[in-house]
């Protein structure tokens, strides 16, 4: 019971800005190797703030936000599977394959956003609320380069 009634509050949404939000945007990220990954990051500048800022919600995933810069942007990250090593192992004996990591199982995602939009969770008189931020912006990706090679 008490999880249905936290589903249910996590579908309010507050109409007034806990805080003042600069301008959000998110950049995509490859790595510059073979196998180094790729994600992407939403950015959140905010000026000064009194309230625990916990998690980001966009683009159907969730993550848990990092202060960066002097507490003056917080970022989510979303690792996603493009560049990944892929390690799994193929065998008509199953016993080689114990190994192979299950896919994760996609939770259900609890707001309707638009590519644009991300709802951030906070901490208010210890009661969870979620705000709606409008008009993401998405910059050019970051291509991180291979490492150069060793001179030796």
């Given at each position: 019971?008490?999880?249905?009634?936290?589903?249910?509050?996590?579908?309010?949404?507050?109409?007034?800005a806990?805080?003042?939000?600069?301008?959000?945007?998110?950049?995509n990220?490859?790595a510059?190797?073979?196998?180094?990954?790729?994600?992407?990051?939403?950015?959140?500048?905010?000026?000064?703030?009194?309230?625990?800022?916990?998690?980001?919600?966009?683009?159907?995933?969730?993550?848990?936000?990092e202060?960066?810069?002097?507490?003056?942007?917080?970022?989510g990250?979303?690792?996603?599977?493009?560049?990944?090593?892929?390690?799994?192992?193929?065998?008509?004996?199953?016993?080689?394959?114990?190994a192979?990591?299950?896919?994760?199982?996609?939770t259900?995602?609890?707001?309707?956003?638009?590519?644009?939009?991300?709802?951030?969770?906070?901490?208010?008189?210890?009661?969870?609320?979620?705000y709606?931020?409008?008009?993401?912006?998405?910059?050019?990706?970051?291509?991180?380069?291979?490492?150069?090679?060793?001179?030796?």
């Amino acid at each position: 019971m008490a999880s249905f009634s936290q589903c249910s509050s996590a579908q309010k949404l507050q109409k007034e800005a806990p805080l003042s939000f600069g301008e959000v945007y998110c950049q995509n990220w490859n790595a510059g190797v073979q196998g180094g990954g790729s994600g992407l990051n939403i950015y959140i500048p905010v000026g000064d703030y009194t309230i625990e800022l916990d998690s980001v919600y966009f683009r159907g995933r969730v993550s848990k936000l990092e202060v960066k810069q002097n507490s003056q942007l917080l970022v989510g990250s979303f690792r996603t599977d493009n560049n990944s090593p892929k390690d799994i192992v193929m065998s008509s004996d199953s016993k080689e394959e114990y190994a192979n990591q299950m896919p994760s199982a996609m939770t259900p995602f609890p707001f309707e956003l638009k590519d644009d939009e991300c709802v951030v969770s906070y901490k208010q008189n210890n009661k969870t609320l979620y705000y709606k931020i409008l008009n993401v912006k998405q910059k050019e990706p970051l291509n991180y380069p291979s490492a150069p090679p060793n001179k030796n």
